[in-house]
T-cell receptor
Framework: RKEVEQDPGPFNVPEGATVAFNCTYS??????FFWYRQDCRKEPKLLMS???SGNEDGRFTAQLNRASQYISLLIRDSKLSDSATYLC??????????FGKGTTLSVSS | DTAVSQTPKYLVTQMGNDKSIKCEQN?????MYWYKQDSKKFLKIMFS???????INETVPNRFSPKSPDKAHLNLHINSLELGDSAVYFC??????????????FGPGTRLTVL
């Protein structure tokens, strides 16, 4: 079983749509959770950390369910500029972050 | 102001050659990393250094040798390059060791093509 698994994608949505990405992780000892964004031929950049209580940043909402080992990212009112690959990332103290393969989002007008 | 920089950005070379990639961060971070992103876009940790000390060394061929002359620099030397080494190599840094809530900041990547 892969350590971090994500929806395969790609997701093709019109502008204004709401889209949700899911991610599961296998190591119950994981302590830190993130969503990173990677544009084509660019480096990954932190989109947001994910906290147990859930957190929101503008149009983006992240949720964590430790019991199910499940993380989600919801994007409301999609913009063309949201087109990118979204990477689910999980970490344990003192070890490397584990990146999922990413889910590609394409927002069209 | 570039936070994490890598050189070169592109590297095209023949099989069997030896090459180096350099990385520098001006964020004052203690921890630096090398990642490999292959053609399937899977981003995988290779090495991590904390204050010039190797702390993570994943299963990487020993043709790959990282060197950290100081905590702001982490270079990657690759001996006897093989076709399968073709990938994008990303350097990253964070304030503290991986796995904490500290953000990792990535360099722009070095696209290595082995012919």
């Amino acid at each position: 079983r892969k350590e971090v698994e994500q929806d395969p994608g790609p997701f093709n949505v019109p502008e204004g749509a709401t889209v949700a990405f899911n991610c599961t992780y296998s190591n119950s000892a994981s302590q830190s959770f993130f969503w990173y964004r990677q544009d084509c031929r660019k480096e990954p950049k932190l989109l947001m950390s994910v906290y147990s209580s859930g957190n929101e940043d503008g149009r983006f909402t992240a949720q964590l369910n430790r019991a199910s080992q499940y993380i989600s990212l919801l994007i409301r009112d999609s913009k063309l500029s949201d087109s990118a690959t979204y990477l689910c990332v999980v970490g344990q103290a003192g070890t490397a972050l584990i990146f999922g393969k990413g889910t590609t989002l394409s927002v069209s007008s | 102001d570039t936070a994490v920089s890598q050189t070169p950005k592109y590297l095209v070379t023949q099989m069997g050659n030896d090459k180096s990639i350099k990385c520098e961060q001006n964020l004052g971070h203690d921890t630096m990393y090398w990642y490999k992103q292959d053609s399937k876009k899977f981003l995988k940790i290779m090495f991590s250094y904390n204050n010039k000390e190797l702390i993570i060394n994943e299963t990487v061929p020993n043709r790959f040798s990282p060197k950290s002359p100081d905590k702001a620099h982490l270079n990657l030397h690759i001996n006897s390059l093989e076709l399968g080494d073709s990938a994008v190599y990303f350097c990253a840094s964070s304030r503290r060791t991986s796995g904490t809530t500290d953000t990792q900041y990535f360099g722009p990547g070095t696209r290595l093509t082995v012919l």
